[in-house]
């Protein structure tokens, strides 16, 4: 039960930062509802709860191989995320369309997926995470508790994209039509200019390897 309610804590840490999976939340959130912001969410605290699954199994091996290749994890997330902010800036309805609810909650989920799975911080987050619960927790690596540890993590992420998409949507019946365009098309430019300097970074880590 402890390492169950550590793990919480650790996803909720990790998931509280405002980045751009954050802005997508909220914006989708405000455009769309709370479901489709919160499935957004969810997409994020799988990839968390993926690497939580990786770093108590103690798979050290896969996650210095993606911590290698974080100069091309960064190129690729920051044009992916680039992209998304584009069409949110160009798309004629304040969110994305899709042609059903579900197909716009499973786009939402699979791209924040993505997104957080490529995203190097992550990584790198994890790492330094699981090598400070090492001591006192194990005495070998991938002799953590790993399901307590990865239902927390999925847990206290999800409890955040929650309450996140619950508080923005709750806004959306105080704001005019005309607030609401400027706020997609405010978010949708700070995804790209994320995306760019994402990219940026990308390139001067290659370039210095």
Sequence with gaps: MFVFMKAIIIGLCIAAPVGPIGLLCIQRSLMRGWKLGFA??????????VYGLLGALGISVVITVLVGLKPWLCVFGGLFLARIGYQTIRSKEPA???PSETAGMMR???T??????????????????????????????????VWPMVAGIFLGSAVWWLGL????????ARLPASKLKWINFLSGFLIV????????????LAAAT
């Design 165 to 172: 998409s619950g508080f923005s949507a709750a806004f959306k």
């Design 40 to 49: 957004t969410g969810l997409g994020a605290a799988t990839a968390d709860a």
């Design 96 to 98: 994305t369309t899709l």
């Design 193 to 204: 200019v994320i995306g760019a300097y994402q990219v940026v970074t990308g390139i001067m």
């Design 112 to 145: 924040t997926l993505l997104l957080t799975l490529s995203n190097p911080m992550t990584i790198l987050s994890f790492v330094a995470i699981f090598a400070s619960m090492s001591d006192g927790m194990a005495d070998e690596p991938g002799q953590h508790p």
């Design 108 to 110: 939402a989920y699979s």
